[in-house]
Structures are given as C-alpha cells and as structure tokens.
C-alpha cells in the first residue's frame, strides 16, 4: 500500500503552544509541551513555570516524577489546578517524562510494562 501524497488539515487556525524544557545537571534535557490556545495564556503558562515552579523543582530528582507533579500540584492550591495550571503542569510533566526516558535509554511504552 503507496503513501498518498500528505495533505495538512490546519483549516488556517492558529494555536499557540508553550514549550517546556527541563535539564538535569548532567545536562540530560527533556522537552514537553502544552496547548495554550491564546497568547496571553501562552505568557501566562510561561510565568508559572519560570516563577512558580522552576524555583521549587531545581534541585530536585528528575527521577521521581509522580511526588514533583504531587509538588506542582500542591503548589498551586490557592487559585486551583484547573485551566492556564493544567497546562503548566503537563508540559512539565511530560518534559518529566521525557528526560527520564532519555536518561535510562527507554521508550515511555517501557514505563508501562
């Protein structure tokens, strides 16, 4: 069975996005990313990371990732983890998830069994 020819299906709409980028101090680097639909949200996302997480999250063991994403959740207990927090959460979740994999030289599909 031959590839057809690849068509986009973007329909003209433009979507922001907010890049995460997580480093370990043997300069293993783990990117993860988020929708952030506008681009005051996008700003917004980017403020809590720099601000409300990165200050907290250096340091710590890139290894143990279900306690930090319990830490970035904790952190944002006065106005909620819905919404604009969500989406700062999952980027540096996934950048989380991403780095690990990098670092033991698996696929995330072996963190699942």
Not at 54 to 78: I, Q, T, Y
Request: hydrophobic share 40%; charged share 20%.
């Amino acid at each position: 069975m031959g590839i057809p020819d690849p068509e986009p299906h973007d329909h003209n709409n433009l979507r922001y996005i907010t890049l995460a980028r997580v480093q370990t101090d043997e300069g293993v680097v783990g990117w993860g990313e988020c929708i952030s639909q506008f681009p005051e949200s996008a700003v917004a996302v980017k403020v809590i990371i720099e601000r409300g997480y990165s200050p907290f999250l250096v340091g710590e063991n890139a290894v143990d990732g279900e306690r930090l994403w319990h830490k970035m959740l904790g952190r944002v207990w006065w106005y909620g983890p819905q919404g604009i927090v969500a989406f700062a959460i999952s980027a540096v979740d996934m950048a989380l998830w991403d780095l690990r994999g990098k670092a033991s030289g698996l696929t995330h599909l072996s963190d699942f069994g």
